[in-house]
């Protein structure tokens, strides 16, 4: 198991257009799904930040992020659309046996 931090990765930092509301907003590439946005790109930046303070890597293309406290607040699964077929999913502790029919 990785212990991984935001610093370790490329990001992006694009401005927003008028439709999209203005401002700014981030990506990071290597993180699908994680993103933010803020006013100035500065603000962007530590936006990203504290939306998910660390994400480790428990298996093979199964990323969790943590905020800031230590709390779970994200699971990225590699290509998951491509893997299961979830309608619904309910943790009540982690780690946790996840039982999928294949697509």
Do not use: H, Q
């Amino acid at each position: 198991m990785s212990s991984l931090k935001f610093d370790d990765y490329p990001f992006v930092v694009r401005p927003l257009s008028r439709a999209e509301g203005g401002g700014w907003f981030i990506t990071w590439p290597d993180l699908p799904g994680c993103m933010s946005d803020g006013a100035t790109p500065e603000e962007t930046v530590e936006n990203g930040k504290d939306a998910s303070a660390e994400s480790v890597e428990v298996a093979t293309g199964i990323v969790l992020d943590y905020d800031a406290a230590g709390n779970l607040v994200g699971i990225d699964i590699d290509n998951a659309s491509r893997k299961v077929a979830l309608k619904e999913l309910t943790l009540s502790k982690l780690p946790a046996v996840v039982l999928t029919s294949e697509v």
